[in-house]
Structure formats: C-alpha cells, structure tokens
C-alpha cells in the first residue's frame, strides 16, 4: 500500500472545519457522493450473502423494502427473547484494515471469525472522528449535537439515556471496561452500569488489550449464567503510539533501519512526516497493523469465553469503531479534525442471536443506528429523542 493512494473510495468533501453540528450535513454529502457510485467493494468474503443482496443494484437507495439484508437475516433467525448483548469498540480501527473488508493482510483472524456468523455492514458511518461525540452517539442513538458533547472538555450529560440504562431497566445485568478517559465516568460515561472499570485508561503509551480482555471475560462468566446481561468493551491499543508486538509482526523488511520505531511519539511521527520516503510508511503500517492483530487476539479470547460457556448462539454481539485513523490522505496523520472516509467510514459487524451465516450490508447506515436495531430486536421501545432509525426496519437508504 503506497502513501496516500489507499483504496479508500471517494474523499466525503472538505469538511475539515464541520464537526459536531455540522454533522448531519457531513453525512448528508458523504452519501450524496456514495451515491453517485465511486466506491468498489473489495469484500472477499460475500459467499454467504442472500442472493437478493447479491442481485441488488449498486446504488445509495434500495427502494424495495425486501433488499434488506438485516431483515431478510432476522425474518430466517429463531428470535431470542432475551439474549445477553456484547458492544465490541475498538478505538482508531480503519475499515480498510480489517481483512474480512477486504485488507489483504490477516490482521483480524477473530473479527473475520465472527463476520463469519455476522452481517457486515459495508457502508457504515461514525457520527464524529473521536473517542467521545462517536461513542456517545452509539450508546445513545443521537447526534453530538443533540448531547452538545463537541469539545474535549464536555461531558455526556446527565439527561442522556444511555443503552445500558435501557436495558438495565428490562432486567439486564450491565457491565463496561473501557480504556481511555473520554469514555470514563470522569466525562460521564459510566451511567447505567452495575459495573464500570476505566482502570486501563493508562494511555499511549501503554498497552491493555490483554487486561481488557481479562476483566470483561470475568464478567461474562460471573454474569452470563445468572441472567441476560450487557456488557461493553472498548479497545484502545490501535489508537497511537504504534507499538509491534511480537507475535504479531507484519514488517515485511526486516532490514529496515529508518526513523519509524515501535512506540515513537506522535509528535516526531507528525512533525517529520513529509520526510518519509516508502520505506518508512510500509514501517508504520506494519506497526499500525501489529497493534489491530494484537488486539484481534484479545478480542477473539472474550468471543471464545461466550463459545465456552455456551452461551454463543443466544449473544448478540456487536462491533465496531469509535473512528478510522489517516495516514496521509488528506497529509496528516491520526484523526478527530476532518471527515474524510477515513476517519469515520468505520467497520460494523452485528451477530443476530442464532445467525449461523455471514451476509454482507451494502445499506448505509450510522453509529446512531446501532441502538434503536437492537432495541427493536429486543422489543423494547426506545426512548424520546432518537435521532437513529433501526436497520432492520428502514426501507430506504438514508438522507433521502
Ligand atoms: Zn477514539
């Protein structure tokens, strides 16, 4: 993969000063532009797609309410009236990097694993480029703008109704270990949880995959068994420093010995990044892509607790990312100050209770989906307010 020429589709358009309110209008000309049909699908992974999805046209809009996929999935399932449910967020994880989307390196044996039993959203967008708007607006089914969570400074607010608050209201046990302070009860985040773990919010430079696993396998096999039960997990190893973990190591030059190392501060990757020559950039990939396979391995060992434990075929699983990372598309690195696809085109991955096959989305849809899908799988009505519609019962494309 060569600087700046990632297979990335269509830029969504300079948006670099809309954040937070500008949003909506953001998504609006992503979709616009996505519309129009710039954007192949590298998916190598779409044999189990129904074939109506397969015959549909390549187009925004899929106006025949039957050419969707999440309903044609739910309408074959046995329906689980109470299922636990697992929300997956890893911090900083492109799309494009994922190999079930078609990144030729295997940097996601786990995540493809569980694709392989999931529906993969192939158009799925966050609602903003960093930690704290984005996983406010899954764990609420609103914008940024409606929690007037924009700067780095502004908490979830109280008046906020949180997925764990739902569903702990309906009997579930709830559970969160998240790893960085802007998802913390420091900014609010920790409404509605029996539980609420931020211990690994240790920064870059540390690593916590390992011990993020740790606490939410012990969760799953105290909770699980005594009654339905949520649980949350976000990752944050991807996000910079790039650490190589070994193991896990994709450094196809082994003789390289530039300025790109393992755990280098961001500010000297920022500051000299335009002197980089191909060497370099296939370095820092190569860490980049080390830290998303480490944390696969975590993420694969909480999947596999749910397997042993039997509780799989009755889990509702889903995972996604907070936002993408640039690498010099847009000449810079890192995320949270444009829009550009990739910062927030993100991966989506949803396992339905009982799902035994994998099926491909090109439907697009929003992080504020995510709530009102598994609220209406769950026959519970969501709360006033929701800006997300969801997926399994829109039938057409959004913005219209
Ligand atoms: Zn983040």
């Known amino acids: 993969m060569k ?3 990632q297979p990335l589709g269509c830029p969504a358009a300079h948006l670099d000063t809309i954040i937070g309110p500008g949003l909506a209008l953001a998504l609006a000309l992503i979709a616009a532009i996505a519309s129009i049909g710039c954007e192949p699908d590298p998916s190598p992974s ?34 689980v009236e109470r299922p636990h449910v697992v929300l997956i967020m890893i911090d900083t994880l492109r799309r494009d990097h994922v190999h079930a989307y078609g990144y030729p390196r295997e940097t996601t ?10 529906i993969r959203y192939d158009r799925a967008y966050s609602q903003s480029s960093w930690t704290t708007p984005s996983t406010a607006s899954i764990l609420t089914g609103r914008y940024p703008s409606q929690l007037g969570v924009r700067k780095q400074t502004d908490p979830l607010p109280d008046h906020a109704t949180l997925l764990p608050e739902i569903l702990r209201t309906h009997g579930y046990r709830t559970a969160a270990v998240v790893s960085h302070v802007f998802i913390s009860e420091r900014w609010n985040f920790d409404q509605g949880y029996d539980e609420f773990d931020a211990s690994n919010s240790r920064g870059h430079a540390a ?25 949350l997990v976000h990752y944050f190893d991807p996000h910079f420093d790039y650490i190589e973990h070994e193991d896990f190591r994709f450094s196809e030059d082994t003789d390289y010995e530039g300025w790109v190392k393992s755990g280098m501060l961001f500010g000297d ?6 002197e980089m020559n191909d060497d370099d950039f296939r370095r820092l990939l190569a860490l980049y892509d080390s830290e998303i396979a480490f944390t696969d391995h975590h993420i694969g060992r909480v999947l596999d607790a749910i397997r042993a434990l039997g509780f799989w075929d009755e889990s509702l699983v889903v995972l996604s990312a907070d936002h993408g990372e640039e690498f010099m598309e847009h000449d810079k690195f890192a995320h949270g100050r444009t829009l550009y696809e990739e910062q927030i085109r993100v991966p989506l991955i949803i396992k339905w209770p009982n799902a035994k096959q994998g099926a491909v989305s090109r439907r697009l849809v929003q992080s504020i989906d995510v709530l009102p899908s598994l609220l209406d799988y769950l026959e519970v009505p969501p709360p006033p307010g929701i800006a997300g519609a969801p997926i399994q019962r829109q039938t057409r494309a959004r913005p219209t």
């Not at 109506?52 to 969707?68: G, I, L, M, T």
Request: no cysteine; aromatic share 4%; charged share 30%.
């Open 109 to 118: 044996p786990s995540i493809d694993a569980l694709a392989r039993s999931a």
């Open 269 to 274: 990757l920022r500051r000299k990044r335009h």
């Open 46 to 79: 779409t044999e189990a797609e129904p074939a109506s999805a397969r015959a549909a046209p390549r187009r925004a809009e899929e106006p025949d309410a039957s050419k969707n996929v999440t309903r044609i999935v739910l309408d074959s399932l046995a329906r």
């Open 207 to 231: 690593v916590t995959s390992a011990s993020v696993s740790d606490a939410a396998i012990e969760f799953i096999e105290s909770s699980f068994p005594q009654g339905p039960s949520f649980l």
């Open 3 to 5: 600087r700046g020429k």
